[in-house]
Structures are given as C-alpha cells and as structure tokens.
C-alpha cells in the first residue's frame, strides 16, 4: 500500500485489551464513550479475549472479517497492542498502540497458570504454557510482516510511558519506531493521564462522522 495515498476516514474500529483486562477497562470504556457520543455511525467492537493468544487473534479476525481495509482500525493497550500491531500487519488497517507488548511470550512465561481477572478477582481463567508457544508464533510471523511493511505515521499511532511499571519504554520505543510516537515522560502501564491524549488518538483516527 502506498503510505502517501489518502485513506478513507474510518468507518469500524476495534479495541483490543491487556492480558488479565476486558472490555471495562478504563481506556476501553473512555474510547468507547468519545466514539459513541460523537461519532454513532462507527461500528465500534471490544470483544472480550480469550487467554489463548491464538484463540484472541482468531476470534478478532472472524469478528472483522467482512470490515473495509481502507476505513478499519484498531487499538490495542499492552498485551492488546501486539495483538493491534499483529492484526493490523495482516489487514493492512490503521492501528494504534497503548503502552504495548512487545516481548509477550518472555514477559507471560512466568504467569503460567491460575489467574484472576483484574476488573473481577472473582473471575479466574488457565494461562496454559502452550499460549506462550502461541505468542512465540506470532511474534516470529510479525517479524516478516514488518519487515515487508514498515510502518509509517499515517499507519501507526503509539504512546509510551517512560514510568511504565512493567514494560520497558525503550523496547516499546523500538517496537512503535516509523509510526507517530509520544513518549510520556512519566505516567504509567495504565497511562493513567489518558484523557490527555485522547484527542490526539481521535486525530489520528479520523472518524467518520
């Protein structure tokens, strides 16, 4: 695709969680209201994922399977921001990325086994040690996507939190280099100082009325 080519202003928009997330996050539902009441004729989808890394991706691609390449987007906020940059590799849509993985199947490895879900402790789900070989797989296949595609500003939207608490900003850095990137002096994994930036998200975006 030709980076210089005008895109259409986006029509469907897919938000992806972090690992132990969901839909209620507070990133999600700030994006979800900010679409919603200014922008009600966006198909707007945040499913929940599954932990299965494989499983999530699937379930993405067969949920947006009939979008339009040249008017979908997606975000994606930690372990959800590879899957953004995984996804919008293979459909060639606009995606933008929230403090994301970048090395998830190195970072996930100690957490194989019983885990809660952050917004329910109540709610517990397996992080089997097959799903780190699942993120092993899908990172090997965004390494050729990449590399093919290079991503450019009017592709790629990134902010990253230098007081990120889990993730490493510089590898971030280097995960998001070639699209737009802010670095967040400060903040943190949650990018609690979101509302701050959600305009310069919506710029990038563009929504359809």
Known sequence: MNPLKPRHKTTH?????????SPRSTKARLVAER???????????????????????ALAQEATQAWPADSSAVIGSSLGGFYARY??????WKRALLNPAVYPARDLARYIGEQ??????????FFGPDFVDELRQLETDMDRMAAHE????AMQFALIAQGDEVLDWREMRG???GGQLTVLPGSDH??????????ALMD??????
Do not use: K, N
């Not at 996804?87 to 060639?92: E, W, Y």
């Open 190 to 199: 949650a990018i609690t100082d979101f509302p701050e930036h959600l305009d």
């Open 13 to 21: 928009l897919l938000y992806l969680h972090g690992f132990r997330s």
């Open 35 to 57: 679409v919603q009441g200014g922008h009600p004729g966006v198909v707007w989808l945040c499913p929940q994922l599954p932990p299965s890394p494989a499983a999530a991706i």
């Open 150 to 153: 290079p991503a450019t500003p």
């Open 204 to 209: 990038f975006l563009g929504l359809a009325g």
């Open 116 to 125: 809660t879900a952050w917004h329910d402790p109540q709610e517990r789900f």
């Open 87 to 92: 996804l919008g590799l293979c459909r060639r």
């Open 175 to 177: 995960f998001c280099a």
